[in-house]
Nanobody, 126 residues
Framework: QVQLVESGGGLVQAGGSLRLSCVGS????????VGWFRQAPGKEREFVAA????????YYSDSVKGRFTISRDIGKNTVDLRMTSLKSEDTAIYYC???????????????????WGQGTQVTVSS
């Protein structure tokens, strides 16, 4: 079974940058596609970014495209989310997720993933 642990959250000023990291463990994790989601208070969990590892595709929500970058380091079993030009509306709990093969094709939906971490809080002050 795959286990996911997020880290790197914290308090940052608007316009600042932050890097989140997700460490994955378990058989076959290096072959899984991965994604990041976030959930703000009183709102539904929403898609942020995804990486289709087998074909090297990346996907981003319109709200973060151009500001956030998803990547992975196979040697370290990590998936990073680099965030820049942060805004107050980016405040949320951020979750990483993994999708074992075969791909569902639902990279931007929560039900498109098989495993989830517990989340890390990101707070952007104005």
């Amino acid at each position: 079974q795959v286990q996911l642990v997020e880290s790197g959250g914290g308090l940052v000023q608007a316009g600042g940058s932050l890097r989140l990291s997700c460490v994955g463990s378990g058989r076959g994790f290096s072959t899984y596609s991965v994604g990041w989601f976030r959930q703000a208070p009183g709102k539904e969990r929403e898609f942020v970014a995804a990486l289709y590892w087998s074909v090297g595709y990346t996907y981003y929500s319109d709200s973060v495209k151009g500001r956030f970058t998803i990547s992975r380091d196979i040697g370290k079993n990590t998936v990073d989310l680099r965030m820049t030009s942060l805004k107050s509306e980016d405040t949320a709990i951020y979750y990483c997720a993994a999708d074992r093969p075969p791909l569902t094709g639902r990279f931007n939906y929560t039900n498109g993933y098989d495993y989830w971490g517990q989340g890390t809080q990101v707070t952007v002050s104005s």
